[in-house]
């Protein structure tokens, strides 16, 4: 019984958390003596082929044009087709905007185990146990999935992206696909920027900044590095940022590589959400500020002066 | 119009997270209880502001827990709402939870079902979309802005950089994040009227529980800062570089 990914995508390309996704699933089949299998919906642009040096060997396909406007309801649909058409006991997502919606659907209709949020792969030694995130990472949980059938949502970078050689044999799936009861109207996407959730180095500044005009050099340290802004939730509610930057308990989570925190002061609430990250700096001209507790590493001293100058030295660094 | 929404009691958001008997339960020991900020800010508060600009609608408030959630339902129903039920049972399992949720919902008949993206304890995220799964119902995960005209929602949900707007018709299951709307404050007047209104007790009906929690743990804790001079910036891009190979 081969483990099923379900392969995410946006505009015909694949998301970057479903390659985390590809890579955990694959590792887990090999885990347990099987062998990973795909799912994608809606026409793709890129050669999904490729995808096969993330370890599955067959990725099944339903390349029809009205898949490619996300419902929860037709993927849920037609992924529970797929899970009973390969028999597959096993199902792996991202945890991503669209896993978080049709996970616990999936979960419902085939009356399977979800853990949601996994961080860590499966230990399959004893039961079926996942480590997942809790108490918005200031903990986590030992899952144990009593079903037969059973889902994984693992968490965005929480899973590090392995490419071997390999191409996966493509196949159409064929599926009887639901009317949509939800209509696209528009898409708002900040074009050229890097999605907060998907990002490996974030950017954030707080009340520290004073003002939305003292942003551009946060913005401009971000596009130095490559980077996704954040901000605080005081800085999101008085409007100097737009709220899908607020991170936090009651933001949104995030995990990157680097964590950059530009007058910031860490409250409890604050960290919920960014604790998971690998790496955390903290700018904060107060020495006190309990960001530094969390922090790996850090500067004591003015933003103003010291973001400008490690833009510079970051840019040297790269042309070096 | 009927709108039912769902609440649950977390732990406050400084709550001190520890465990007990042998790191399999949650150490309740001094634990403020809140409603769920998603629940609350967004969910509830949308929910209000729907019934102020129709006064005919009724808010219905559920909640799957023991007597300890009665003050936060109360609570909840001092910023508004008509009446709630308390499912009468105590579960960590989204499904179990939902099942009931899920009941209460055929009950009582609504046109639009809100919950809060996730609890800020278990992080689940689940209960809206099994609930719209048991329901057969079209569900928006991740709104952060709704408006009715008629049986008509539009929706603005997040996706991965941005957002999308998206229609649907009632009835219809909405989880709810930012943006949704502006958190409030219960006034005396409300919290007088919370104590006069209905709280019903029903019992939970038989459903599976999938998931059970083998064990808690707590994070490592970070080695300490490596503090570096504001004169010297290049030392922290070296460090970042070669020590932490994060850029
Ligand atoms: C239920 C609840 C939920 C919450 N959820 C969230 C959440 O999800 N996310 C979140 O962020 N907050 C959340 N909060 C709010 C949180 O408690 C803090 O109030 C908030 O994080 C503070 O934001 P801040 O650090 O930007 O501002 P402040 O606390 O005002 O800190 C500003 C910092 O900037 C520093 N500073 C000032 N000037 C400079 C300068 N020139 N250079 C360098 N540093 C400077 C100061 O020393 C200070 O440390 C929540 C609160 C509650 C009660």
């Known amino acids: ?320 | 119009m009927k709108i039912l929404v769902c609440v649950s009691k977390t732990p406050d958001t400084t709550a001190k997270i520890a465990f007990t008997d042998n790191n399999t339960k949650f150490d309740n020991n001094g634990v403020q209880w809140i409603i769920n900020p998603y629940d609350e800010w967004y969910a509830l508060v949308r929910a209000i502001e729907l019934k102020e600009a129709d006064p005919s609608s009724v808010i219905h408030l559920v909640t799957v827990g023991t007597a300890d959630a009665d003050p936060i339902i109360r609570k909840a129903l001092a910023l508004g709402g008509d009446e709630a039920i308390r499912v009468n049972a105590d579960s960590q399992d989204s499904y179990y939870v939902a099942a009931q949720i899920a009941q209460v919902a055929r009950d009582g008949g609504y046109d639009l079902l809100l919950a809060g993206k996730e609890t800020i304890d278990f992080n689940g995220a689940s209960i809206g979309g099994m609930l719209a799964e048991l329901l057969d119902l079209p569900y928006v995960a991740l709104a952060a802005r709704l408006d009715l005209a008629g049986n008509k929602a539009t929706i603005v949900r997040e996706i991965e950089g941005g957002e999308e707007t998206v229609e649907a018709e009632l009835p219809l299951v909405i989880s709810c994040q930012k943006g949704m709307a502006e958190q409030r404050i219960p006034n005396m007047r409300g919290i007088m009227a919370a104590r006069t209104k209905p709280l019903k007790v029903v019992e939970p009906v038989a459903a599976d529980t999938l998931t059970s929690i083998a064990a808690f743990g707590l994070p490592p804790a970070k080695a300490g800062v490596k503090l570096v001079s504001p004169d010297n910036v290049e030392e922290l891009v070296r460090l970042l570089h070669e020590e932490a190979k994060s850029i």
């Open chain 1, 1 to 320: 019984m081969p483990v099923l990914i379900f392969i995410d995508s946006a505009e015909g390309h694949v998301k970057k958390a479903s390659l985390e996704a590809l890579t955990y699933g694959a590792d887990l089949a090999t885990q347990l003596g099987t062998h990973a299998e795909g799912i994608v919906l809606g026409n793709m642009t890129e050669d999904i082929s490729a995808l096969g040096k993330y370890g599955v060997k067959k990725i099944h396909q339903v390349a029809d044009a009205s898949l490619d406007q996300f419902d929860s309801q037709t993927y849920c649909a037609i992924i529970a087709e797929a899970v009973k058409a390969t028999g597959s006991d096993l199902l792996v997502l991202s945890n991503n905007v669209h896993g978080k919606a049709i996970a616990p659907r999936l979960s419902a209709r085939l009356k399977a185990g979800l853990v949601a949020g996994a961080v860590a792969m499966a230990d399959t030694s004893n039961g079926f146990i996942v480590k997942k995130s809790v108490f918005s990472g200031k903990a986590f949980a030992q899952v144990s999935i009593q079903t037969a059938i059973k889902i994984i949502a693992i968490n965005p970078n929480s899973y590090k992206t392995v490419a071997n050689e390999g191409t996966a044999e493509l196949v159409p799936f064929a599926v009887t696909i639901p009317a949509s009861k939800i209509k696209l109207l528009q898409v708002n996407k900040a074009s050229g920027e890097v999605p907060l959730t998907e990002a490996e180095i974030v950017v954030s500044a707080g009340r520290g900044m004073k003002g939305p005009e003292n942003w551009g050099m946060v913005e401009e340290l971000a596009k130095t590095l490559h980077a996704a802004t954040a901000c605080s939730r005081p800085v999101a509610d008085a409007h100097w940022r737009p709220h899908n930057e607020h991170v936090g308990q009651t933001g949104i989570a995030i995990a990157p590589n680097l964590y950059i925190a530009i007058g910031i002061s860490g409250a409890i609430q604050h960290l919920a959400g960014v604790n998971r990250s690998k790496v955390i700096v903290v700018i904060n001209k107060d020495a006190e500020a309990p960001f530094f507790k969390a922090a790996d590493y850090g500067i004591v001293g003015d933003a103003f002066e010291v973001v400008p100058k490690l833009t510079e030295a970051i840019k040297k660094m790269k042309a070096s």
